[in-house]
């Protein structure tokens, strides 16, 4: 099977998420970490609400995710604060140059993620899941297996009023070890309108952009509270 191209479109689809064992130590520590400037979007999750996001953050050559979690910390160059009206928050999550490639069914990433506040930590219990690939080669054909993954779900496990600095992420993959080119984060509100279940799409080399108004959904149920 040939590796996907760089031209492949974005393509979402219902992904069952299977929520992750704890990555965190009470001690955790980045073991990467970038400084970036909140630019807000407001179709960062398409209709489901704006947010903010920052994609193809590139990590150091041979960066490898195993069983033993690798750290990511995002350090805001400011602020920011969001409230969510009640309705819950989006996230997204995505790796780029996975190698080697995801088979259908096999696992891309595990991750976790916590927000913090002048180091305090906002949410005690990390929110997360561990992604597979869900492009059968039957269906899709010439796009599995697939070197990149993109996942966007919502969650309720948060306060309503949130204020963040910082932004730090456990990533692992409990099935054999990757190396990762790059990876994707992105955080925003809920509209009081329903949102999809996890939905995964094919980012497409270094993109790993929270999914737009241009992206093909294919399947869209109710609210996912992760």
């Known amino acids: 099977m040939k590796p996907m191209k760089m031209n492949t479109p974005k393509l979402l689809l219902l992904l069952s998420s299977v929520l992750s064992s ?39 050559v041979n960066t490898q995710i195993g069983s033993t979690a690798q750290y990511l910390q995002l350090n805001l160059t400011q602020p920011i604060t969001v409230t969510d009206a009640g309705a819950g928050y989006n996230y997204g999550f995505g790796m780029s140059g996975l190698d080697p490639t995801i088979a259908y069914q096999g696992e891309a990433f595990t991750f976790q993620i916590q927000l913090l506040y002048n180091g305090t930590l906002l949410n ?40 963040f600095d910082r932004i730090l992420i456990a990533v692992s993959n409990n099935s054999q070890d990757e190396t990762v080119r790059s ?5 925003g509100v809920n509209n009081p309108a329903p949102v999809p279940e996890p939905s995964t799409y094919i980012a497409g080399a270094l993109a790993l952009l929270p999914f737009g108004a241009s992206a ?11």
């Open 22 to 60: 704890a990555l965190f130590p009470l001690d955790a520590k980045a073991n990467i970490e970038f400084s970036v400037t909140p630019v807000y979007d407001p179709i960062a999750f398409g209709p489901a609400g704006g947010g903010y996001g920052w994609a193809g953050l590139t990590l150091p």
């Open 124 to 163: 005690t219990t990390p929110f997360g899941f561990t992604e597979v690939n869900p492009f059968d080669p039957v269906n899709f054909p010439g796009i599995s297996p697939v070197d990149n993954l993109y996942v966007t779900t919502s969650t309720t496990a948060l306060n309503s009023t949130l204020t």
């Open 183 to 187: 990876f994707g984060v992105s955080l």
């Open 216 to 226: 093909l959904r294919i399947l869209r149920k109710k609210t996912h509270t992760a």
